[in-house]
């Protein structure tokens, strides 16, 4: 069974920078796509960026050039480096791959 574990979420102020960790519980984790979606209460889940298992990347066209994936084959770990936040960045932030979903981890950007 598949199990993806996010964290580092938290408070962070405008310009600020957060770091989040996904922990993927499964084989063949370096054969696999993995992305970042995002939830801000009132709307859809969007997605925000997402790395393929050459580890070529694509985002959001409203966090390119301030969030970075990335992923570590070794540690079956995906991380989602998000820099000069913003309070539209405020959501839950759910890793995705496998056809499965996180729990989620909050992010709150204030002003």
């Known amino acids: 069974q598949v199990q993806l574990v996010e964290s580092g979420g938290g408070l962070a102020q405008t310009g600020g920078s957060l770091r989040l960790s996904c922990a993927v519980s499964?084989?063949?984790?370096?054969?696999?796509?993995f992305s970042w979606w995002r939830q801000a209460p009132g709307n859809q889940r969007e997605l925000v960026a997402e790395i393929t298992s050459g580890s070529s990347t694509n985002y959001s066209p409203s966090v390119a050039g301030r969030f970075t994936i990335s992923r570590d084959n070794a540690k079956n770990m995906v991380y989602l480096q998000m820099n000069n936040l913003k309070p539209d960045d405020t959501a839950v932030y759910y890793c995705r791959g496998f056809d499965t979903w996180g729990q989620g981890t909050q992010v709150t950007v204030s002003s």
């Open positions: 499964v084989s063949y984790f370096r054969f696999r796509n």
